[in-house]
């Protein structure tokens, strides 16, 4: 009677712990905010008030979309399902408007100041701040004779890098995705954590991050009228193309002279990396294959060459990137890392993309890394393991 | 014939500028955002979707409250009349629920990401970048004994800090206000511009900034439930207490000795300074006063001693901030400046209890400065000219 008595309660704690959830206020709220919450099931109770509205409903970007119920007091609240661990970016549809839920803390995102919430990855700690020294991360302004404005970059500089003013650093240049910018890498992505974490452990090399805005657009250029133009017509591809190429000068023009006189780094191709998630992944490619004097070390996180440029259809590899591939033995010398990943959840395009990439790299005796992660999607936990694994083999 | 023509032409020109407007994108919007819109008289029109909405109004904080009208597209629109030069918090009402405009850039005040749009102040360009060397801002991250969290200031140094590697240089600790965060002095302020500009033209000694996080709780106490308890009760009376004395423990025994081990400051009080804006400007009369063996200049924006511990009863200098200003000629000789800001079209509250503290410390002989901002209210503007006033009296 007893032990059955013993059991009961058990069953009982147990029951009501997923009935009722172990829900904590996000990581991601503004200071006092009690809602969005966590359980460590990795469900997410959202709760907001819009008295008079008649439908409230969440938009998680890469998970679900949910109606959210309206209560007697004005507040209207919904739990989602299990999530996967990571960043999940979302916003609030109210009675058709787009809205950003004012509990979260902003994150630069779809090209506006979006929420998210942080659903912790269990026994995961190389992402967030831990008792080991810490960099700096520095807002500069360079004046930008391509684009003919004054641009914002961040500048993580590794820890010590004022106490040892005679050491020179290695430089990893690190771009965001499309629709996000310069900020997105240490608010979204906890690089620079990630970074104090691995420089910690010994597991990678002190260097110095760079994290531009990934937007340009040349001096005197007006903006195009896009109206009505669909993505993938003529007028919006080549507009795409000219801020890819407005972009590259200014990384490869402006800012790398900028930073190299402006930090203490060693300013050669064999200490410089560039590496970009999505549309940043797709600008370093174009970035460092035009400019193999300047970089040796190549990475592409979930985004590269592949889902846009190749689809299903294999690279050319004797023609891409201006025959920089046309020969594996030279380009093995000259470049010392070629780096691809992506996430297993992410859409079956970026996929397929990113896989055909690979398989044509592997068939032309293309040196390369390729890295899949597991279970995470085009979402900043996918970028936050690439990180991990990538910095650790450079310089 | 002709002349009447020309006037006519020129009649129907001006005519037509001042029926449309000269509006222009706010620079506080996001890239490619068309809305906000500013005019040249300061009149702002904004536009936002909400298809579905069946009321939506804008709220400027020290502004108008206007109803927004709905078109045929799904988008609200309004134009305000003029607004005054400077940044304009403002939040929208979509069907009772208060959000953000996505056009924006997030700016943080409220206790919530709210957006602002920025009226510019013709000719002034004291608090704009300018083609002069710039000053970094730095994210640092230190642990805190008192609060047993790690916190987040933000560090401005200034130009040319990492290449005259023998020089050390006076701070000033330059504190939010209350519902705001560590961003707002370079977010909403342009802190980091301003002294660039006032470093450039020779008006100001280069000096460190520092910006910390205003709000502290004491390791291991818990968030006080305050629940149906109104501002001004004892409850809340006696957490605001709690607050203020662990962030002056704070910044006394963990900010600043972080700040002279990591930066190369001057540490001694001869150059060393605080001020504050609001709650920040009460948060510096009580770090300061109680602490005059660290700190000798001394600024109040909009804050100070006056509102609330003031309202119209004067200070009694002789057991004010016990006894700090009792003795006039002993606190001239210790304390280099006492400064006192408020703005002339602040609340009635505000520029009483400033204007009654300032009375007060006449009539009591404490040497001091009384800086009033024509023409602005209880916001950033006012507070860019008291840094641009406050600066070059230091160090």
């Given at each position: 009677m007893k032990q059955v008595g013993m059991a009961m309660l058990l069953f009982a704690s147990l029951c009501c712990a997923q009935e009722s959830g172990d829900f904590q206020p996000a990581a991601?709220?503004?200071?006092?905010?009690?809602?969005p919450r966590v359980d460590s099931a990795g469900r997410v109770q959202l709760r907001v008030k819009a008295p008079e509205a008649a439908k409230v409903k969440v938009n998680f970007w890469s998970g679900p979309k949910l109606d959210m119920v309206k209560q007697p007091d004005g507040f209207w609240t919904v739990t989602t399902p299990p999530l996967v661990p990571g960043l999940h970016y979302y916003t609030l549809m109210i009675d058709g408007a787009e809205v950003s839920d004012l509990n979260s803390h902003a994150f630069f995102g779809g090209s506006k100041h979006a929420s998210a919430v942080e659903v912790p990855e269990p026994g995961?700690?190389?992402?967030s701040i831990q008792d080991v020294p810490h960099g700096q991360v520095r807002e500069v302004w360079y004046y930008s004779k391509v684009t003919g404005t004054w641009r914002h970059a961040l500048v993580y500089a590794p820890p010590n890098y004022d106490v040892q003013t005679n050491v020179r650093y290695p430089v990893l240049y690190l771009q965001h995705g499309g629709g996000e910018d310069e900020t997105g890498w240490t608010k979204q992505g906890h690089a620079n954590f990630i970074l104090d974490n691995l420089i910690a452990a010994g597991s990678c090399k002190p260097m110095i991050l760079v994290m531009a805005y990934g937007y340009a657009r040349r001096a005197g250029q007006p903006a195009p009228d896009l109206t009505g133009k669909p993505f993938g017509s003529p007028e919006v591809m080549r507009a795409m193309q000219e801020m890819a190429a407005a972009f590259e000068d200014d990384v490869t023009q402006v800012l790398i002279p900028y930073i190299d006189s402006n930090f203490r780094t060693i300013p050669d191709r064999d200490h410089r990396a560039m590496a970009g998630l999505s549309m940043g992944g797709m600008q370093t490619f174009q970035v460092t294959f035009n400019h193999l004097d300047m970089f040796s070390y190549i990475g592409g996180f979930s985004g590269a060459a592949g889902p846009l440029v190749l689809g299903n259809q294999k690279l050319d590899v004797k023609t891409a990137f201006n025959g920089a591939l046309a020969d594996p033995a030279a380009f093995a010398k000259k470049v010392h890392l070629l780096w691809v990943g992506v996430g297993t959840e992410e859409p079956e395009r970026m996929r397929a993309g990113l896989q055909t990439l690979h398989t044509s790299l592997l068939e032309a005796n293309i040196q390369h890394v390729f890295y899949e992660s597991p279970?995470?999607?085009?979402?900043w936990q996918t970028w936050r393991r690439d990180l991990k694994d990538f910095a650790p083999r450079l310089f």
């Open positions: 991601t709220n503004v200071w006092g905010a009690e809602y995961s700690t190389y992402y279970g995470t999607a085009h979402e």
